[in-house]
Nanobody
């Protein structure tokens, strides 16, 4: 079974950028949609973006449209989330998911 493994989180100032990576451990993402979700303290987990297996279809939450870009490299079995113009409200643990499998998450903290 494939296990998503996130990396790339950290502390950044408002207006800055980060790139998150989600690698497939124990397999590949195959033909499946891969998604990113996030959960801020005291809030429910929310959808951020997802991408189909060809990369031709990408869906974004309204809150990140125009700032975040999702992409995938199937040869590397890795999905990326480029986050630009970060805001303090983007602070959360970011999770990658494929099928019913979830990663452990990576912390993103945006300081004002």
């Amino acid at each position: 079974q494939v296990q998503p493994v996130e990396s790339g989180g950290g502390l950044v100032q408002a207006g800055g950028s980060l790139r998150l990576s989600c690698a497939a451990s124990g397999g590949t993402f195959g033909y499946f949609v891969v998604g990113w979700f996030r959960q801020a303290p005291g809030k429910e987990r929310e959808f951020v973006a997802n991408i189909n297996w060809t990369g031709a279809t990408k869906i974004y939450a309204d809150s990140v449209k125009g700032r975040f870009t999702i992409s995938r490299d199937n040869a590397k079995s890795t999905v990326y989330l480029q986050m630009n113009s970060l805001k303090p409200e983007d602070t959360a643990v970011y999770y990658c998911t494929v099928r019913s499998y979830w990663g452990q998450g990576t912390q993103v903290t945006v300081s004002s």
